[in-house]
């Protein structure tokens, strides 16, 4: 069968009517498209309007005092090159005015603790929290500020000094601050010979410590002549002053001995540090593992415990500064020096490290000459301080060299008690006496 061509002709017997009908349907078929053309371009407009609402809140937001870092990155996202320049250069200033508010608001709390008031420091912050009522956040920054001085002065006078000295320009102010606390303790030294002695005693007195006042007020007690009466009878005050000095004289023995244990160690670590770094790492910035591996830490702990060596090194240097006067006193770049130390930064080079060698050498000393005087006071009235101060062990350049093979400690019968501190005795009949006095079998 064969195939017929296609017909493509339209069977239409009135083809009139049948084109207007197909004129009127393309004509509705234009009409829709304009009308999505028209809802497409009028979501456009739409969304070009919110996006400029947008563009402008965030312009506005960096207008705002309490403009954040992720503000100015959301402006960016959104603007032209031109805008994009000059929002960089509003970033800029903000982070120097950030800065300078950050400076302005640390500087007065740093130069109190500094002056030896902290009650002084903690107004301050008390009437900085009333400014933020409405902050929360800042609120408890500042209430944790005040906890800490409370708890520890020192402690904040370094963490606040140390936050300080990293905001730019603030190494500068911090600098300052240290300068006029050194003039104003130098001009005190200076009335210190205009002054009575009872006046200056009593000006000593107020600047201890409250743990020193109490072993001073604890001394002078029981240096007191004893009353004039026929019975022996102990009052509250002896019996109170007898306590404070029996938990003060283990203390002081402690502090004597850690001070002459550091001192023995100093050497042995200058020595380390003098045959590892040599050469062109003397001059360089040292990382804590080198650090660790020169003073003889071989372990993978050899940072960790190369930075807790140096931060008590620091941290020693730095508490001592009052007792440490005259040609040996702590000058202002080796304050700055124990100061950046004792945050944990010990990038530090050998002449660094050999600086803070020499100040916590200087340290230790003091601190073991002012422990040994307080232990001689207390050892005139009482038997047991005597005792402590038998077993302090001497400063170590005063310790004869031993033969190879000798043993090494002090000849004499050895007493422990059960917390753990041991007493050498010359004889056995000391020996025994002290364990009847002391409870101890």
Same mark, same amino acid.
């Given at each position: ?23 009127? /349907? ?37 207008? %705002? ?13 959104? %603007? ?5 320049? !000059? ?59 005040? =906890? ?6 020192? %402690? ?8 300080? !000295?990293?905001?730019?320009?603030? %190494? ?60 022996? !009878? ?123 060698? =020499? ?20 050892? !005139? ?23 190879? /093979? ?36």
């Amino acid at each position: 069968m064969a195939i017929k061509p296609i017909n493509y002709e339209i069977d239409q017997s009135q083809p009139i009517p049948f084109l207007e009908g197909m004129k009127e /349907g393309l004509q509705l078929q234009e009409i829709r498209q304009k009308r999505e053309a028209e809802l497409a371009r009028q979501e456009q407009e739409k969304q070009k309007i919110l996006a400029e609402e947008r563009r402008q809140q965030l312009y506005q937001r960096l207008l %705002s005092p309490d403009v954040a870092p992720e503000d100015y990155k959301a402006a960016l996202l959104v %603007s032209d090159e031109a805008k994009a320049k !000059s929002i960089m250069q509003m970033m800029e200033q903000s982070d120097k005015a950030a800065s300078r508010a950050a400076i302005v608001a640390l500087s007065p709390v740093v130069s109190a603790l500094h002056a030896g008031n902290p009650d002084r420091a903690i107004s301050i912050l008390e009437q900085r929290g009333k400014a933020y009522e409405g902050r929360p956040d800042v609120q408890e920054d500042i209430q944790n500020r005040i =906890n800490l001085i409370k708890t520890s002065p020192e %402690s904040a006078k370094f963490e606040f000094g140390g936050e300080l !000295s990293v905001i730019p320009g603030g %190494s500068d102010v911090l600098g300052n601050i240290l300068k006029l606390t050194e003039e104003k303790r130098a001009e005190a030294e200076a009335k210190r010979t205009k002054l009575s002695p009872a006046i200056q005693e009593a000006i000593d007195f107020k600047n201890l410590s409250k743990d020193d006042q109490q072993a001073f007020l604890s001394l002078q007690t029981l240096k007191r002549p004893p009353p004039a009466v026929t019975n022996v !009878s102990v009052t509250n005050l002896d019996k109170s002053a007898a306590t404070e000095l029996g938990q003060l004289v283990p203390k002081l023995y402690d502090q004597a001995n850690s001070a002459a244990s550091q001192l023995e160690q100093l050497p042995r670590y200058r020595r380390a540090l003098d045959s590892a770094i040599t050469g062109t790492f003397a001059e360089s910035r040292l990382t804590a593992a080198r650090i660790g591996n020169a003073l003889g830490f071989t372990d993978d702990k050899a940072a960790a415990a190369s930075t807790e060596l140096i931060q008590g090194l620091a941290e020693m240097g730095l508490q001592s500064r009052g007792m440490i006067t005259g040609q040996g006193a702590i000058s202002n770049e080796e304050q700055k020096l124990l100061i950046r130390a004792r945050s944990g930064d010990i990038n530090l080079t050998k002449a660094e490290l050999s600086v803070i060698f =020499n100040v916590a050498e200087r340290s230790a000393k003091a601190q073991y000459a002012k422990s040994r005087k307080l232990l001689e006071s207390a050892a !005139s009235k009482s038997e047991t301080a005597g005792l402590f101060l038998q077993n302090v062990s001497p400063m170590p350049e005063d310790k004869p060299e031993q033969p190879q /093979g000798m043993p090494r400690g002090r000849p004499g019968v050895t007493v422990t008690l059960p917390n753990g501190q041991s007493f050498v005795f010359p004889n056995q009949q000391a020996a025994d006496q002290f364990k009847a006095r002391a409870g101890v079998r």
